[in-house]
């Protein structure tokens, strides 16, 4: 069956960076996107951005423009989202969703939690 | 950039009743409109996706309806499984989420 499996949950402190990734099993990996959506603690749902995982070229929402990469290890059919320069606002979970050339997220991974404090 | 408005935030309904939450874009998506669940330490659920398609597996309890810039997601018969947080979510253009509406079961 479909599966996204992301990585396990990380403490950092503001200035340091983060490597969420998120694998995916049970369909060709290049045959859909990945999107990725931030929800912070109590908050509702941000959609980030995606990255196309037949070329790799990723397109950022305004908000996550200069801090955030989008990148991806397509052998391992495993999409990754780096965050550098951490602040306490980006405490957040963070979610890869596989959506179709659609733009409809189908299937979500269950969730990777940031905590940024010092 | 399209707003999507969302309301109510928070309903309390009593087993068996009927839901409705209703979602208005600032411009016209056609019907490219997606409804999701999300239950507590869960990730969203998508239930609903453009062109009010439930979704495989999904109970014909849940529906929707819409098209332009007014939608409408309702849950008939609600159970106790139901409670969790719905958000709507335009596909037409750059993604946006609805603020969420939080369903309590009384």
């Known amino acids: 069956q479909i599966q996204l499996v992301q990585s396990g949950p990380e403490l950092k402190k503001p200035g340091e960076s983060v490597k969420i990734s998120c694998k995916a099993s049970g369909y060709t990996f290049t045959d859909y996107a990945m999107h990725w959506v931030k929800q912070a603690p109590g908050k509702g749902l941000k959609w980030m951005g995606w990255?196309?995982?037949?070329?790799?070229?990723?397109t950022y929402a305004d908000d996550f423009k200069g801090r955030f990469v989008f990148s991806l290890e397509a052998s391992a059919s495993t999409a990754n989202l780096q965050i550098s320069n951490l602040k306490n606002e980006d405490t957040a979970t963070y979610f890869c969703?596989?959506?179709?050339?659609?733009?409809?997220?189908?299937?979500w991974g269950q969730g990777a939690s940031v905590t940024v404090s010092s | 950039e399209t707003t999507v408005t969302q309301s109510p935030a928070s309903l309390s309904m009593a087993v068996g009743e009927k839901v409705s939450i209703s979602c208005k874009t600032s411009t016209d998506i056609d019907d490219d409109m997606n409804w999701y669940q999300q239950k507590s330490g869960e990730a969203p659920k998508l239930l609903i996706s453009e062109g009010n398609t439930l979704r495989p597996g999904v109970p014909s309890r849940f529906s929707s309806s819409g098209y332009g810039t007014d939608f409408v997601f309702t849950i008939n018969n609600v159970l106790l499984g139901d409670e969790g947080i719905y958000y709507c979510?335009?596909?037409?253009?750059?993604?946006?989420f609805g603020s969420g509406t939080k369903l309590e079961i009384k």
């Open positions: 969703a596989r959506a179709g050339w659609d733009y409809v997220m189908d299937a």
């Open positions: 979510q335009q596909s037409d253009n750059v993604l946006t």
């Open positions: 990255i196309n995982t037949y070329t790799g070229k990723p």
